[in-house]
């Protein structure tokens, strides 16, 4: 969105409006730039009167003293209905409510894994609602503890039946035995648990990282929740993707006749999310927060986050390390 827009009409505002980023109170401001920490302002984001209408009957409030819709009565505050208005332009997940089409909601998700076109069109000025965050986290972070053993039963259903024994020469979790002994078999594997283990501490451990660089964010001014935000997108909504791409790839690898472990497939799709997810913050960076030196940012931050999670992960199980290294070394064909 283009930025430095016409001065607004401060007499048709009854509401506080704040720079997004030092919280520099704005009313009865003139200029294109925040006086302290010199950000480019853009009026109609940051106070969109205009375009503020009541959520149940679509009532034009622009030139009203209150928010209370003189139409239908119902009561609204005006910071709510202005995020309501930033956020619901981009359909981002956390506009999403109840009552929301299935459609609206893979909409969403649609745009959580676009990062090259979600930092670019979303605004520093809609700020984000930490709780709201926090709720899609804990449902991002559940959805992967369901998705990751179903994606694994599913994988010892399929691969048997698409894989090439002309060219593979052993299928992957042995044909003998049934769907269920070949699913326990996968989930007890001690890479995919390793695996498992280590991405819900890595995500956790990406917040803490991406949170350590203080110093940054107090030169910028950028606020924790945009942080938040940036986690959220970056690194815990591409979680649950994880095992759905491992089915993917393994039935690519089968059907192409690779002769490679399904544990190795595993952690090649948990090294694609973090690569992912190191871009991301990258983009997020430079086109949302507009911070320099983006990519050494995300790269900082990805390797504290994984030495993190490694120590952590020791801490929970000490032989954590020592099984992830031997599940690698120990490269061999078919299960």
Same mark, same amino acid.
């Given at each position: 969105?283009?930025?430095?827009?016409?001065?607004?009409?401060?007499?048709?505002?009854?509401?506080?409006?704040?720079?997004?980023?030092?919280?520099?109170?704005?009313?009865?401001?003139?200029?294109?730039?925040?006086?302290?920490?010199?950000?480019?302002?853009?009026?109609?984001?940051?106070?969109?009167?205009?375009?503020?209408?009541?959520?149940?009957?679509?009532?034009?409030?622009?030139?009203?003293?209150?928010?209370?819709?003189?139409?239908?009565?119902?009561?609204?505050?005006?910071?709510?209905?202005?995020?309501?208005?930033?956020?619901?332009?981009?359909?981002?997940?956390?506009?999403?409510?109840?009552?929301?089409? *299935?459609?609206?909601? @893979?909409? &969403?998700? %649609? +745009?959580?894994?676009?990062? #090259? =076109?979600?930092? !670019?069109?979303?605004?520093? $000025?809609?700020?984000?609602?930490?709780?709201?965050?926090?709720?899609?986290?804990?449902?991002?972070?559940?959805?992967?503890?369901?998705?990751? *053993?179903?994606?694994? @039963?599913? &994988?010892? %259903? +399929?691969?048997?039946?698409? #894989? =090439?024994?002309? !060219?593979?020469?052993?299928? $992957?979790?042995?044909?003998?035995?049934?769907?269920?002994?070949?699913?326990?078999?996968?989930?007890?594997?001690?890479?995919?648990?390793?695996?498992?283990?280590?991405?819900?501490?890595?995500?956790?451990?990406?917040?803490?990282?991406?949170?350590?660089?203080?110093?940054?964010?107090?030169?910028?001014?950028?606020?924790?929740?945009?942080?938040?935000?940036?986690?959220?997108?970056?690194?815990?909504?591409?979680?649950?993707?994880?095992?759905?791409?491992?089915?993917?790839?393994?039935?690519?690898?089968?059907?192409?006749?690779?002769?490679?472990?399904?544990?190795?497939?595993?952690?090649?799709?948990?090294?694609?999310?973090?690569?992912?997810?190191?871009?991301?913050?990258?983009?997020?960076?430079?086109?949302?927060?507009?911070?320099?030196?983006?990519?050494?940012?995300?790269?900082?931050?990805?390797?504290?986050?994984?030495?993190?999670?490694?120590?952590?992960?020791?801490?929970?199980?000490?032989?954590?390390?020592?099984?992830?290294?031997?599940?690698?070394?120990?490269?061999?064909?078919?299960?």
């Amino acid at each position: 969105m283009p930025h430095g827009r016409g001065e607004p009409n401060w007499e048709l505002i009854p509401f506080a409006v704040s720079c997004p980023r030092c919280g520099l109170d704005l009313r009865g401001a003139r200029g294109t730039a925040c006086p302290i920490c010199a950000l480019e302002l853009d009026w109609e984001a940051l106070a969109p009167i205009e375009h503020l209408r009541c959520p149940q009957c679509a009532y034009r409030l622009a030139g009203l003293a209150s928010s209370r819709c003189p139409e239908c009565g119902r009561s609204s505050s005006w910071s709510a209905l202005i995020v309501e208005h930033q956020q619901g332009r981009l359909g981002l997940l956390e506009c999403q409510r109840r009552g929301r089409s *299935p459609a609206a909601a @893979a909409r &969403a998700w %649609w +745009i959580a894994m676009s990062p #090259a =076109r979600l930092w !670019r069109r979303l605004d520093i $000025y809609a700020l984000p609602s930490v709780r709201v965050l926090l709720v899609i986290a804990a449902t991002a972070a559940c959805l992967f503890a369901v998705l990751t *053993p179903l994606c694994l @039963a599913l &994988a010892a %259903w +399929i691969l048997p039946h698409v #894989a =090439r024994p002309d !060219r593979n020469g052993r299928l $992957y979790w042995q044909a003998a035995g049934s769907v269920g002994q070949r699913t326990a078999a996968a989930v007890g594997d001690p890479l995919v648990s390793a695996v498992v283990l280590g991405g819900g501490t890595w995500m956790v451990c990406s917040l803490a990282a991406l949170l350590v660089f203080a110093h940054s964010m107090r030169r910028y001014r950028v606020r924790a929740s945009q942080v938040v935000r940036v986690w959220l997108y970056a690194c815990v909504a591409v979680l649950p993707v994880l095992p759905v791409l491992f089915v993917f790839l393994c039935v690519l690898d089968a059907a192409a006749g690779f002769p490679l472990r399904f544990n190795m497939i595993f952690a090649a799709a948990a090294v694609a999310v973090a690569v992912r997810a190191a871009w991301s913050i990258h983009l997020a960076y430079r086109h949302y927060l507009r911070m320099d030196r983006s990519p050494a940012v995300a790269l900082a931050a990805q390797v504290v986050a994984v030495l993190a999670a490694i120590a952590a992960c020791n801490v929970i199980v000490p032989t954590y390390l020592v099984s992830v290294m031997y599940a690698l070394t120990d490269f061999q064909v078919g299960r």
